[in-house]
């Protein structure tokens, strides 16, 4: 029993400071990690990024540094540490090339959060896919198309591709072209769209709406039409004028063409 004891008193001399020491190490190193965490939390907000990036990057942090005074407490005991931190980087090289995709599309939203090329409620067309932004989540953006359906789209598709934002500006130009025959009056038929554009409170006066002839077709003269609105009139206004310049073209005797084909019969005598 003695001999047992006097192991133990020995043991206690060669590691007891140095297991006192790998505590202490352990409980500040903790206590300054959540520090440092907190700090870096509050420089990201002053930042105005998003919640869900300033949470993802703090924690990141927080995990750094949490492995680092892990190492320096093993160092305290003596072990090497060179094989540890070997292990770790494997370890990370493993689960990175695992999942390459998933840091892909995770990559790609850190890129979304921090340039916001869209916000909540934005319609866009991107990765593909066009709809109303719902949701900007880390690896997948979460998008309603037109007609009521929910799209998941990948982060690093959206990045990928170009991104058109429809209603990031507050107003939209309308273009529109209205063909007549040849044997129409053109200035005829540019008086009636400018009385609707004239007519239509949604068209706004600045700046203002241009209607000329675009180009000469094979079977029609064709008027470019563009008025600018508000964004949200813009399908409203274009449904409603097209609607309006066929039915004010049919008062006033004004053609709208279509595509026709003459064709000619020869007849072969014996």
Known sequence: MENIWNSIQDWAAIYGLSIIGAIIILIVGRIVSGWVRKAVVKLLEKSKLEPTIVSFLSNIVYALFITFVFLMAISQLGVETTSFI?????VGFAIGFALKDSLSH?????????????ILGDFVEAGGTAGSILEIRLFATKLKTPDNKIVYVPNSNITSENI????????????????????????KAKDI????????????????????VGSLGDS?????????????????????????????FDEEGVSIPFPQRDVHLFQQSN
């Open 86 to 90: 070997a292990v770790i980087g494997a």
């Open 106 to 118: 995770l990559a790609a939203g850190v890129l979304i959060l921090v340039n916001k090329p869209f």
């Open 164 to 187: 058109t934002n429809y209603t990031s500006e507050a107003t939209r130009r309308v273009d529109m072209e209205f063909g007549i025959g040849y044997s129409d009056d053109i200035d």
């Open 193 to 212: 769209i400018l009385r609707l554009l004239s007519n239509d409170d949604r068209v706004l006066k600045d700046p203002a709406p241009q209607v000329v």
């Open 220 to 248: 029609s003269v064709n008027i470019k039409v563009r008025p600018w609105t508000k964004k949200e009139d813009y399908w409203g206004f274009y449904f409603d004028m097209t609607e309006n310049v066929k039915k004010k």
